[in-house]
């Protein structure tokens, strides 16, 4: 028999297929990766600013001020003020929102096979779910991630920083060359390196993208001498989030450059405190991203929670699917939805005159990768 009803040797697509499974696979959301595992402690300091994981919100705003410019520095001995410091105030922006869910009848899990039925124990608190369900969640959740991972990365296209070497946010254009007989030391890493000093960036640094460079951090394993004699294998290099939504969003074979701390994914939870449990005929709770289910693990991702209700059905009626009414028996109705946000060091955080103007931490760029003869002489190429 077909669509996974219980012959004797029907087998379950998992356990053959086993990491070639669909379900098993998740999509690189390599910029919702890099903000939940690279960023610093902070990110819970601002999501508990405006949730306190008790199912409450309330409003947030943070508060930033600009340094002095050395143009105001006296170079005589006076009682004059120069300044009044003031604060500046950045307010939480709505949250975005995601939502997916799916029905399935008693009676089709009926024709299954009995380990249909069986339960498993998930969520915060911990609930029982059917293993069907279960194993639908778990082939669903690329999905409502992909679709976060996109919105985000749409967000950041526009909230990136001024390089002061540019002078602009649109992003510069670095070439790793396709010679290696030469070293130069204005393109390729080297610029990207030297260009974190000139924007007076110390901490550490993740790059998020794809196109060319996610080709060359391939090549890195390989790396070593070039014939100029430089080990380019030492080279430190910061680490790198694959992400394919970046392309066509942020532009062909561009990269994001983000230091610890200047971007932040914000979350919040509903279904949390005297908002989880059962109430009426749904049960309420926060699921983490089932991690473990999936063939390529990544423990950053654990650190995304969604909020689940599962709601039965307890008599046939008629509901609407996919925008059409549709008659459907009992059974249970599971709503699998996010509230997320974006942020990013606000770009007015220095005054005009500051040779950080508009900078935040946050630098684009476009990878090409040319011969070094055909537009001056570029850094190492893998």
Known sequence: MANGYCPSLLAHINSIAECASPGRKLTPAGLIKMLLGFQNSTASLINSGFDNATGHTRTLTVKYRERPLSSQIQDSEDCEVDVVPVWKEWSLPG??????????????????????????????????????HFDYFVTAANAILKSINSALVTAMATKFGTNVTINSA?????????????????????????????????????????????????????????????????????????????QPIW????????????????????????????????FFFTMPLPVSE?????????????????????????????????AVGRGWQVIVSKYFGLWVLPDDAYQSGDDLEGTNGTLKYFIQNESSNTGGAYAYAP
């Open 251 to 282: 532009g062909q074979n561009s990269i994001g450059v983000f230091s610890q701390g200047s971007a932040k994914m914000l979350n919040r939870n509903r279904y949390v405190g005297a908002f989880a449990g059962q109430k009426g005929n749904s």
């Open 294 to 326: 999936y063939c390529c693990l990544d423990s950053n991702l654990s650190n995304l929670v969604f909020d689940v209700q599962m709601r039965y059905l307890d008599c046939p009626q008629t509901i609407t699917i996919d925008g059409s009414p549709t």
């Open 170 to 246: 649109d992003g510069k254009v670095i070439n790793i060359s396709k010679d290696a007989d030469e070293f130069a030391l204005d393109d390729g890493l080297i610029a990207i390196l030297q260009d974190l000093r000139e924007n007076e960036i110390c901490e550490d640094l993740a790059i998020v993208g794809g196109g060319l460079y996610s080709n060359f951090d391939l090549s890195r394993i390989a790396r070593c001498c070039n014939a100029a004699g430089f080990d380019m294998g030492r080279l430190s290099v910061p680490t790198f989030y694959f992400d394919k939504e970046t």
């Open 95 to 132: 949250l975005s929102y995601r939502e997916f869910s799916f029905f399935l009848e008693d009676t089709e899990i009926q024709k299954y096979c009995s380990e249909a039925s069986g339960t498993v124990s998930a969520g915060r608190p911990a609930s029982q779910f059917m293993t069907e």
